[in-house]
């Protein structure tokens, strides 16, 4: 089988480093399925989840965002922050979760905390969610 190369970079130092036969993830611009050979590409990433499928198994990593690096042999995801499923503090997501809601209640629309909320909100659910898959 045929694998890829893909490592996971966040400012903190490498998350994830393997070779996998399929990196699947959702762009800005849709869902992406990355197999061996798959033509160079860019691509700025959704707060969500990077699959990562090697022998029957899929290893699940949350990131906040980023970028998607593909050459041909290499796939990086450069993120703020990523996590692998079963390294997520679910305490502390619920905790982040339950914060970021009541400063949503609390705040207008359009103010740049109301937004800072909003993507700390997104964060926690996407971390709740990841590390119910793990
Ligand atoms: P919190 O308010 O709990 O810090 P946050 O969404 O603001 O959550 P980030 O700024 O995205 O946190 O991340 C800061 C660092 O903490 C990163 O290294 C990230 O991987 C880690 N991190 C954040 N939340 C969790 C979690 N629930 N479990 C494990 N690591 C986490």
Sequence with gaps: MKTIKVNVVTP???VYESDVEMVSTKAKSGELGI????????APLEI????LKKG???EIIAVSGGFLEVRPDTVTVLAQAAEKASDIDVERAKRAKERAEKRLRAQQQENIDFKRAE???RRAINR???????
């Design 12 to 14: 903190d130092g490498p």
């Design 35 to 42: 197999l061996p050979g798959h033509i160079p590409l860019v």
């Design 48 to 51: 969500g989840s990077v699959r």
């Design 56 to 58: 029957g198994n899929t």
């Design 119 to 121: 993507l700390a909100l």
């Design 128 to 134: 709740l969610a990841v590390s119910e898959k793990k």
